[in-house]
Every structure is written in C-alpha cells, then in structure tokens.
Nanobody, 114 residues
Framework: QVQLVESGGGLVQPGGSLRLSCSTS????????MAWYRQAPGTERELVAR??????KYADSVKGRFTVSRDNAQNTVYLQMDSLKPEDTAVYYC?????????WGQGIQVTVSS
C-alpha cells in the first residue's frame, strides 16, 4: 500500500518560515520524481517545486524563497519555505510520479497571516 504523509504545516506570520515533510512508504522512492503542489481556495492546483534524482525546478512565484530536497535513505521529501507571504496560503500536497504511476498525499494546510 502506497502512502504519502505530509507534516509540518500550520500558521505562520508573513516573513516567517516553515518546513514541510512528506514521508513515503510502498514505493521505490529513489526512482520517483517528487513534487510539491498547492491549491488555494477557488484556484487550480499548481506545481510549487519538483525534484528528480539529479535536479530541481521551481515555480516562478517561489524561486529564491523555497527549497525542495530529498533524503532517499529516509524515503522523504522536504520543502523549506522561507520569507513566506500571505499569497503562499494554501493546502500543500506531496506528489510522487514514475511514468504512469502517480500518487498524492492527503494535503496539509499552510496559512500565512498576521
């Protein structure tokens, strides 16, 4: 059974930081491209950051503020979010993809507000 479990979300003030974690099981983690998506109310789900075995990619809106990383030994992917803005408020989802195999976490709320 494949499981992707996000943690680390919550409420933070503008300019603050959070670190999201996505712990996985049931997949050969090192083979998968891992990604973080987010969805704010009334909007479509959007890609935030993606990491393969050799490189990473970011949405323009988070470049220079967010950092995606992975620990293949721990089967976990992280999203370090710094200089958070109110517009980063959303439900963040972990995603694992390998060819036609795609898995999602349940999502975790991140709220940036004073």
């Amino acid at each position: 059974q494949v499981q992707l479990v996000e943690s680390g979300g919550g409420l933070v003030q503008p300019g603050g930081s959070l670190r999201l974690s996505c712990s996985t099981s049931g997949i050969t983690f090192n083979l998968y491209t891992m990604a973080w998506y987010r969805q704010a109310p009334g909007t479509e789900r959007e890609l935030v950051a993606r990491i393969t075995r050799s490189n990473s990619k970011y949405a323009d809106s988070v470049k220079g503020r967010f950092t995606v990383s992975r620990d293949n030994a721990q089967n976990t992917v992280y999203l370090q979010m710094d200089s958070l803005k109110p517009e980063d408020t959303a439900v963040y989802y972990c995603n694992a993809a390998l060819n036609s195999l795609i898995y999602w976490g349940q999502g975790i709320q991140v709220t940036v507000s004073s």
